[in-house]
């Protein structure tokens, strides 16, 4: 039987053409492919005649809009697959307007959403910057807009207004799915090994394979273990005390208190304070993993912006009152005390955090950048 499907060895997906696999092969870089005789199900609603892919998708619709009467046509739409990559098609020609081409095409500033622009503004990014980021993340939330702004801070562009031409239409965010809808997502890709979120032909989802990526972290995790018994058994040796051996029993509490007792103690240092402080933060919510990383990469929007520009005071005063900040870091503990130590000072009967021009330390700053780039990236910050 000639194949009707070509199946992504990767994932065991089932597309209809070269086309979709070519698709597939780009959003998740997959490449192995091969023949297949099992259909892809074609599932179409009776009532509104949306085809559906899988039982998955079926159900999905029947959340959305109650309709719950399918009609199976999968027989029907079966053929067998070609296997010759479709040609690009062929320009024709079409008589040109020569006076609408001659005139320069007019350029605009994209439509943002204003509450999400407004609140980008009040948090100190320039509306050059909060215009580029709603623009380019898609115009769907704050959070997004404040990560690509962490992802492109350094691009030599990132402050010029966008523009586009004025015939450009701006699509509405695509609608993602409810999280009962992504858990039953979940579920069925479960068994395949399949993790994390991503939005497809309109829908969010949960498609990436990520075994490896667990393999690759568990190495990590190992390395860093590796690397923790080694330095502790440095400092054993350097302390003149014996190499550990599991096996025995530790001495009693008067010993230990006793060469406690012998060690000189020193005051830690500022950056040894801001550790425990994004430390602290973490361990206090440490069932949020997401909440956590933002509150980090808020801190570090914060300190890069006064690094890069010391002398403009809108990046040097945060209102401790913005809803925003209050989300993202102020109700957090460890959040102020963070910037506290960087410099900032609250004014005005606490309703500012205030940086004087004075007192920005530039080497303060690096190291402050420096802890939290460490905190984000190290998955064992806090925990060990």
């Not at 054993?236 to 550990?244: A, C, I, Q």
Request: glycine share 4%.
């Amino acid at each position: 039987m000639a194949g009707v499907s070509l199946k992504c060895g990767d994932c065991g997906a089932l597309l209809k053409s070269v086309q979709e696999a070519q698709e597939h092969a780009e959003l998740t870089s997959h490449s192995n492919f091969s023949e297949s005789t099992e259909a892809v199900l074609n599932l179409v609603c009776t009532t509104c005649g949306k085809p559906c892919r899988s039982k998955t998708e079926s159900d999905l619709h029947t959340k959305r809009t109650g309709h719950t009467e399918f009609v199976d046509k999968t027989s029907e739409a079966t053929k067998p697959i070609s296997l010759e990559v479709p040609k690009a098609p062929m320009d024709v020609d079409e008589p040109v307007d020569v006076s609408a081409s001659s005139q320069p095409e007019e350029m605009v500033a994209p439509e943002v959403d204003q509450k999400l622009l407004e609140e980008l503004e009040g948090m100190g990014f320039p509306k050059a910057r909060a215009t580029r980021a709603l623009h380019y993340s898609g115009n769907s939330s704050l959070e997004a807009a404040v990560n690509w702004v962490v992802e492109h801070e350094n691009d030599p562009d990132i402050d010029e207004m966008p523009l586009i031409s004025a015939n450009t239409k701006v699509e509405a965010p695509k609608p993602t799915l409810t999280p009962e809808e992504m858990n039953l997502k979940a579920q069925e890709l479960k068994p395949l090994g399949l993790a994390s979120v991503r939005r497809w032909d309109g829908f969010s989802i949960v498609y990436w394979p990520c075994e490896r990526q667990r393999k690759k972290r568990k190495r990590a995790r190992e390395k860093i273990r590796q690397k923790l018994e080694e330095d502790k058994a440095e400092r054993r040796r350097r302390l003149g005390l014996p190499p550990e051996d599991p096996a025995t029993v530790k001495p009693s509490a008067p010993v230990v208190e006793e060469k406690k007792s012998s060690l000189p103690v020193r005051p830690a240092t500022k950056v040894e304070q801001m550790r425990e402080c994004l430390r602290t933060l973490k361990q206090t919510h440490k069932d949020d993993d997401a909440k956590v990383k933002r509150a980090f990469q808020t801190l570090l929007t914060y300190i890069g912006n006064v690094a890069k520009n010391p002398s403009e005071e809108k990046y040097r005063k945060i209102r401790v009152n913005n809803q925003t900040f209050q989300d993202r870091v102020g109700s957090l503990k460890g959040g102020v005390e963070f910037l506290e130590l960087c410099g900032f000072e609250k004014i005005e009967g606490d309703e500012f955090l205030f940086l004087p021009r004075d007192k920005v330390e530039t080497a303060v700053l690096n190291s402050a950048g420096s802890e939290l780039n460490s905190a984000i990236n190290n998955p064992f910050f806090g925990v060990l």
